[in-house]
């Protein structure tokens, strides 16, 4: 297998297409997901080489989308095969923390989040796959129950969480199956939230949503009220799926290499996935302080029209009261003209008051909105923190991996010097074992009857030539071993690094 690691002359992805990433989920598309009995297979799409037709190029829309939903089916397989055989062999109800059941709606997500349309909110482009399912109650009236439970629960705040608990509801109820046959046969109701090379338009879906017909012989039973289903991250753990390679009977070596390179795959994903995520939430930081900044300049504002109107309230009640002195000692043909001065300043007054009460509740409202502003940039740069600590162990991983690599390599190398050195002690013996046989044919000619140490000569030349025979037959079953490793993995040092 060639170089894993992702090419370096690919486009820097936008701020957009970031966000959108982080939103979904890795479906592997520089990789193709196959089943090996019982196991998961990662190849790289540059190594497989399918027909001797003219492919698509791999940077086709339709080719990647294609490959995406042929990859999320056979992990929804393996899902599902692994939840129903652990599950019966288990013999009890499964709950929230069981690791394949909690796998299995990863996948599920995954399934449905494949190829739906963004939807512009406040934050950016949003993507929530509760809008399909809140169709199945229109569909399959027996629906509308878990339906209105979800809406009913009052922990869940976004639609990935109602999404979320809707899914395990439909579990419980064991017509999960039903309702996505449902959902699926009618198209024209899902165009309006999927593309249409989406999982759920093509006829993948249908395969998925027959083979949840077998998960109705497990029993689930969640707590729905206690669970976080808003935050949680749905990520693929691929390593409950990759094969040991302790487990095979054939060669330890090779076992232990395609482990470690499944493994490697699945790590630099993983990292790939997380570096994603920390670039989008760098970005939603970005635009939240920039957002904090203008609304501290607006509030600055807001206080400095605050301090003038209640300069000029003051000024004008000290007219007024001036006014009103001035009235009280004037002789009484003079009060008409200043008691309609009184009463446009009084007027003035009215509109000045109710100029002030409306920037009190503007200010009250920017108020409010930047303290909601500043408990959503401390949970983001929480998250922040989070995603870099996992980001550290991956890596602390991955050196793990490469030392384990090398020291593979290595331990290659001194076989293959083993049987060099091996071969050449047979070349040795066969010339020696013809030089032997020359000699007892010229000792037989020479003499007129067998004679004894002709007899014991033949029988050290067929010893030595079955010893002869067996060396060369076991230098070549370990040059073919080493050789088919080699085969399997072109250019170790190239493939590993």
């Known amino acids: 297998m060639s170089a894993l690691t992702p090419p370096t002359d690919m486009p820097t992805p936008t701020t957009d297409k970031i966000t959108q990433a982080a939103m979904e989920t890795i479906y592997l598309c520089k990789f193709r997901v196959s089943m090996d009995g019982e196991w998961l297979c990662l190849r790289e799409l540059d190594d497989i080489s399918l027909t001797p037709d003219p492919e698509p190029t791999h940077e086709?829309?339709?080719?990647?989308?294609?490959?995406?939903?042929?990859?999320?089916?056979n992990m929804a397989k393996l899902s599902i095969k692994g939840l129903i055989e652990s599950a019966l062999n288990l013999g009890r109800t499964l709950d929230s923390d069981y690791a394949p059941l909690q796998q299995f709606f990863v996948v599920m997500e995954h399934c449905l989040k494949h190829g739906l349309k963004a939807k512009k909110t406040f934050l950016g482009q949003n993507k929530s796959f509760w809008g399909p399912l809140e169709l199945v109650e229109k569909l399959v009236?027996?629906?509308?129950?878990?339906?209105?439970?979800?809406?009913?629960?009052?922990?869940?705040?976004?639609?990935?969480?109602?999404g979320r608990a809707w899914l395990r509801l439909a579990l419980m109820q064991k017509k999960l199956s039903e309702y996505m046959k449902a959902l699926i046969n009618k198209k024209e109701l899902l165009s309006e939230f999927y593309e249409p090379n989406a999982l759920m338009m093509e006829e993948e879906g249908a395969i998925i949503a027959g083979l949840l017909v077998g998960l109705n012989v497990i029993d689930a039973n969640f707590c729905m009220k206690g669970e976080d289903l808003d935050s949680q991250v749905g990520v693929i753990d691929f390593s409950m799926y990759l094969k040991d390679g302790?487990?095979?009977k054939g060669s330890e070596g090779d076992g232990q290499i395609t482990a470690i390179l499944d493994q490697k795959n699945y790590v630099e994903e993983l990292n790939r996935h997380l570096n994603a995520t920390v670039n989008n939430l760098q970005a939603k930081v970005d635009a939240l302080e920039k957002s904090n900044t203008k609304l501290t300049e607006e509030l600055a504002v807001a206080n400095n029209r605050i301090i003038t109107l209640q300069e000029e309230m003051e000024r004008v009640k000290e007219e007024s009261s001036y006014i009103m002195e001035s009235n009280r000692k004037a002789p009484k043909p003079d009060r008409t003209?200043?008691?309609?001065?009184?009463?446009?300043?009084?007027?003035?007054?009215k509109e000045e008051t109710q100029l002030r009460l409306d920037v009190e509740k503007e200010l009250e409202i920017q108020i409010?909105?930047?303290?909601?502003?500043?408990?959503?940039?401390?949970?983001?740069?929480?998250?922040?923190?989070?995603k870099q600590d996992a980001l550290v162990s991956l890596r602390q991983q991955l050196d793990d991996l490469?030392?384990?690599?090398?020291?593979?390599?290595?331990?290659?190398?001194?076989?293959?010097?083993?049987?060099?050195?091996k071969s050449e002690l047979n070349s040795r013996l066969e010339e020696k074992t013809n030089q032997m046989a020359a000699t007892i044919k010229q000792l037989e000619q020479s003499s007129y009857g067998p004679h004894p140490d002709c007899a014991r000569l033949s029988e050290t030349a067929s010893l030595l030539s079955w010893t002869t025979d067996s060396s060369s037959r076991t230098s070549e079953t370990r040059s073919t071993v080493y050789s088919w490793k080699w085969r399997r993995s072109p250019g170790s040092e190239t493939g590993l690094s």
């Open 402 to 421: 490469r030392a384990l690599k090398h020291e593979l390599a290595f331990k290659l190398q001194s076989s293959d010097l083993g049987v060099k050195q």
């Open 60 to 73: 086709d829309p339709n080719y990647l989308m294609a490959n995406e939903r042929m990859n999320l089916m």
């Open 368 to 386: 409010s909105m930047r303290q909601e502003m500043e408990l959503a940039m401390k949970m983001l740069e929480k998250d922040v923190c989070e």
């Open 141 to 162: 009236p027996e629906a509308a129950e878990i339906t209105a439970s979800v809406k009913d629960l009052p922990g869940l705040k976004t639609p990935v969480g109602r």
């Open 246 to 248: 302790n487990s095979s």
């Open 337 to 349: 003209s200043e008691g309609q001065a009184l009463s446009e300043a009084r007027k003035h007054l």
